[in-house]
Every structure is written in structure tokens, then in C-alpha cells.
């Protein structure tokens, strides 16, 4: 475009060595190096920008409070089991981050968690099909609820609300008819399915591997996109800074292996929930989709002018939300070896959209990342798994739940106030 | 300056026709721009100004009538049909997403990419270049836009119209928020606009602002046409009775009609 304008504002050509064009403007408090970056992020956390803190310290509270009334609670054989009870309802969390994104919910994810179920064992055990096909034909069945959701959604205007209840029902009855009068059904223990989901661990070497890679992969991304920031004349992230946050992120994931490694070691159910995450978080915060998720989320007419597909972004949506909670019934069976009349029931719904929002994902839609499937579904587990070990009895262990969501609840809404107030709203 | 009028118009419509129930929003209204000119959109409220300028972007679609765009006929039935045939709209709630940060909305629907993900760099960028170039008085990008002043959100609203490359630009009250000196600098990039050769629709309540950088003024009075005025022979008393509905007689609006051919003969 035209660079014709002679600017005659004194104070467009800035003084000194060239300054980065997002570091132009006069009134930007200048932070520079470690310092600058740790008082930059103090003034963010004051004025309410808590992004993930508050469920980080709450799990360090959590943890500590158990770890004082049982020490076991943090030995690696407990740690194990905890990483494996948390995934399948950690599944069904990352597909609720995704519909809260976008301001809507689904609330029958519990009952896809048990028909997925049901579908898997009744084809594979009782009508001999081969593994994978049963559990295509499982994530099939929640394909195509979310469809259905979606081109009801889309079609008729009406709350996901109501049509996911409706669903909830709906699906729940077809998970008992296609258990039939069996009631309850198990999976040979030597099948594969069950073997990767309760038996089969990464070798030490291995989880090692990855344990160092992630970090190093995480540097080099940052490094090449600085450098492209440099080229194209923006600022970048000191590379000390980066360099910190790599080796901190690097210490953190070798000790939990190693943690792990002292007992059975990493699972690959869990290995396959944490690259599930990863990969949801890349997609929603560097893709287009994700993208038009987070607009939607944020103001559906303005992503709807702004020539998003708005009705196949919902619909993409469901289908996916369904189909993890397909993915976590799956894993659940397989866990579990078995699928019965009450897979799904109970807390399994609740459990899984509290995981969302105690992570940090809101529940108006537009805010929030695939992290807090993970961090929310920890939070939820550990106080479940360790009031388990106190030999603390369900009623107490419901309320505890409750109470914490409550709080995280209550932490957002004070933080959204304060940002508002602070102008990072 | 105005020896424009004689190009082909890039957008031209006739008898177009909007109904909601009972209410008619529009009926048979003609309305063109051509490149290189600026035309005033201007009415009370209620006349239909934005039911126009929502027809035009895709937003609804019109019960009847014709368009006409880059001498084809066509018909808009969506906002992204809109914006593929160059027609950039800023609305007037500016359509922006509060919890994305300025390079975020700047690119919503149009985003820039690198090996298949977002590319951050060039549009963070490319948004610094657009912004500059409307002197826009905007600390950060990476910052939502929910914490940025009404002025900023308006500069941000105008700055993403000017990504695709449009052919005609509509601006819905572009300056009812802004400061003295960002009302000027916005006058001034409808100025840059139109030397670009862009067509330039802009709605506005400011009589001030519409005879300082309009060529025509397009009056729509409760749903209709209400006459077209070159500002260059108009005043903007004659344009404020079109708009009041102090001409509504038939020898008055054929007085008002004569005028500039009077002056031209």
C-alpha cells in the first residue's frame, strides 16, 4: 500500500537503535531480560491474569495435604495407578474444553462413555468381530451422535443443552439395549485392547527419550519462530528465557518419569491421553479451525460476518466431543476389562465437564485451552485417588469434589472481575 | 478531485426490497458507487441505512431486486460470498471478538499460514504495517481487543476491512466514537481509499464529516430513496431536508432536482 505520508509526528521516528515494531509505542513499560519477564508476569498475575496458576497451586496444595496424611499418596505405585484412572475421564474432558469453547455443553458424554462401551464388548466378545473394528464401530456410534447434534443444532436453533439432555436419555437407553440382558459384559484379559490399556508400559529407555525430546522440540520452535519474529523486525523472547523455561519443563517431565519408572512405568493409555492433548492445543490455538472456534466462542455474529463457517464449526465440534467420549467408554472398558448397565452412570458426566472448568476453560465460552482437560482432570482424580487411600467413604469424597469446583468457579469469576478492571478482560 | 462520476459502477443496485414481517426496510431502493468515489449513505434513524448495508455485506438477503457487481449480475446470500467478490464491510457494533487480541480479529476469516498452521509472525506483522499506516495510537497487538478504548477497537474494525483487498469498502458510522484527531485521521484514509481506487460507501450521522470527503450523498428516508446529491452542488441544509422529510412534495424534490442541472446548464 502507499507509504507516500510524510509522517509529522516528532514522535513516530524513535530515538536510538531500531526498536522492534511491537515495542514502538512510548507508553509500553519497557521489560528487559529475567528480571523485566518475572516483574511482567507478577503484574499480570495481580491484575487477574491467572491463566493456569490457580489449578497449578491448588494440585500442589492438594497433593501436599494427602502426602501429609498418607505418604503413600505420592509413592510411584499410587502415582501409576493415578495416571491410569484419570485418562478415560480426562478423554471425555478435552472434548467438553472444546464445546465450552464455543459456549455450548454436552451432557451426555457420560452416556456415550458407557453405549461406546457397550458397542465394543458386545461386538467384539459377543459377536466375535475383530478388535479393530469394534472399536471403529464404537467411535463410529459417537460420530454420529455428534452429528446429529449438530445438524440438530444447526438446523433448529435449539440449546445444546437441551439436546444433549435429550441425548443423555436417549443414549442411555440404547446403551442397555445393546447390552441387552446380559447386564454385563468382559473382556478377555489377554485381548489386546485391555493389554494396552492396563498392561502395556513404555520401555524405561524410551520414556526417557520422549521425556527429553519434548523439551527440546518446545526450544527449537521457540528459536525458529524468534528468529522469524527478528527477520520480520518484532521482538523475541531472550533466549535465556526460553532456554529457562525449557530446562525447568525438561527437569519436570524427567523426574515424573523417573517417578513413574520406579513402579510399572508410563502407560501407553496415558501416553496416548497426553499426545491427545498436546494435539487439541495445537489446534486450538495454530490452526484456522481453532481459530474459528475461539471467535465463535468469543461472538458468533462477528465470526459469522467475518465469513467463518460458523454451522460447520459447531458441527465439527460435536462430532468431535462425542467421539472422545466414544474414545474414553473405549478405554474405560478396556481398563475396567468390562462394560456393564451402569458404565457412564454416576459421576462419570459430572466428573469430566468440572475437570473442564476447575482446569480453567470457561464456561461462556471463548477462553480456555486443552491443558485444562489434563490440569482439571488431575485436580479431580487426586482427591478422589487419595481420599480413596485415607479410606474415606464416597459421600465425603462427592462433597470435597463439589467444593472445589465451587472454588475454582469462584477463582474465575474474581479473576475475570479483576481483569476487567486491570483492561485485560 | 470529483471528475469521477462518469466510470462504470463497480456495485450497482435497483429495486431492492427488504421486508421483516410487517416492517418494509427497504423498498425499491437504487443505489450505486463506482471506483474512485466516496458516496455518503445518509438518512434518520429507521431509514434503512443499515438494512442496506447489510444486504450489500451478505448479512440478509434482499427480498428483490437486482445487483449488479464489477458489471455482472449477482447474487450475495452470504458474507463470505461478499467478501470473495471484494465488498469489505466495518458494521457499526464493529464485529469484533473480545477475547481474541488485535492480530487475531485483524485476520478473523482470512487467516495467514505458514506450513499448514497459523502464521503468527507475518500477520502480527502485517497488522503493525496496517496499523502504522493509519496512524493508529495502538500500544500492543498481542493484547485483547475487550481491553482496548472504543477509538483503538474502531481503528481495528477499519484496519481488518482493508485486508482482502476489497473493491468497495462500506463504513458504518465510522466516527461516531472517535477523537477529533482520529476522526481526521479516518477521513483521511477514505481519502487514501478512494485514490486507491476503491469504492467507498460510508454511512454517517455527521453532516461535517459527509461533506468534507463524500462526492455523492445517497438519502434513504423511511425504507426509500429519498434523492442522490452531488456534494459539489449541494449544501448540506439541501441534504438535511431529505433527510427530515421537508421535501417529501413533489415540487419540492423536483426543485431539488433541478438545481444542479440549473447551475450545470
Known sequence: MSTSQTPTDPTAVPAGPVVPADLQDERLIAAQGLRGWAGATWERVKSGDLGSLPVVVGLVIIWGVFYALNPAFISSRNLVNLSLQMVPTGVLALGVVLVLLLGQIDLSIGSMYGLSGAVLVVLFVNQGAPIAVAVLLALAAGAVVGLVYGLLFNRFGVPSFVITLAGLLAILGLQLRVLGTDGTVNLPFESAIVQFASQMYLPAWLSYVLAVAVPVVYLASRLRTDRRRVAAGLSATPVTMVAVRAAVMGVLLVVVVAVLNDDRGLSTMVVLFLALVVVMDLAIRRTTWGRSVLAIGGNVEAARRAGIDVKRTFLSVFVLCSTFAALGGILGAARLASANQSSGGADTNLNAIAAAVIGGTSLFGGRGSAYSALLGILVIYSISNGLALLSVSADIRYIVTGAVLLLAVVIDSLSRRSRAAHGRA | ?265
Open chain 2, 1 to 265: 478531485m470529483s471528475t469521477t462520476t462518469t466510470l462504470a459502477p463497480v456495485l450497482s443496485m435497483t429495486g431492492v426490497s427488504k421486508r421483516f414481517g410487517a416492517v418494509q426496510a427497504l423498498k425499491d431502493i437504487d443505489f450505486e458507487v463506482a471506483a474512485g468515489e466516496v458516496v455518503a449513505l445518509v438518512g434518520d434513524n429507521g431509514a434503512g441505512k443499515s438494512t442496506l448495508v447489510k444486504t450489500i455485506a451478505g448479512v440478509y438477503a434482499p427480498d428483490g431486486g437486482n445487483v449488479v457487481f464489477d458489471g455482472s449480475p449477482v447474487s450475495i446470500t452470504s458474507p463470505s460470498e461478499a467478501q470473495a467478490l471484494g465488498i469489505a464491510t466495518v458494521f457499526q457494533d464493529l464485529a469484533l471478538c473480545d477475547n481474541l487480541d488485535v492480530v487475531g480479529n485483524l485476520f478473523l476469516g482470512n487467516e495467514r499460514k505458514h506450513g499448514g498452521a497459523l502464521d503468527e509472525v507475518t500477520m502480527e506483522q502485517e497488522s503493525w504495517r496496517l496499523l502504522r499506516e493509519l496512524s493508529a495510537k495502538i500500544p500492543s497487538v498481542r493484547i485483547p481487543v475487550a481491553s482496548l478504548s472504543g477509538g483503538q477497537r474502531q481503528t481495528v474494525a477499519i484496519a481488518r476491512s482493508l485486508l482482502g483487498d476489497p473493491k468497495v469498502v462500506m463504513l458504518d458510522e465510522p466516527t461516531a466514537a472517535l477523537g477529533v484527531a482520529q476522526t481526521a485521521e479516518v477521513l483521511n484514509l477514505v481519502e487514501r481509499l478512494r485514490d486507491k481506487g476503491l469504492g467507498v460507501i460510508l454511512i454517517s450521522h455527521n453532516m461535517s464529516d459527509v461533506m468534507a470527503v463524500a462526492d455523492r450523498v445517497a438519502v434513504l428516508r423511511l425504507g426509500r430513496n429519498n434523492g442522490v446529491f452531488r456534494v459539489a452542488d449541494t449544501s448540506s441544509t439541501e441534504i438535511i431536508a431529505a433527510i427530515t422529510g421537508a421535501t417529501t412534495n413533489a415540487v419540492t424534490a423536483r426543485a431539488a432536482r433541478r438545481a444542479p442541472q440549473e447551475e450545470q446548464s
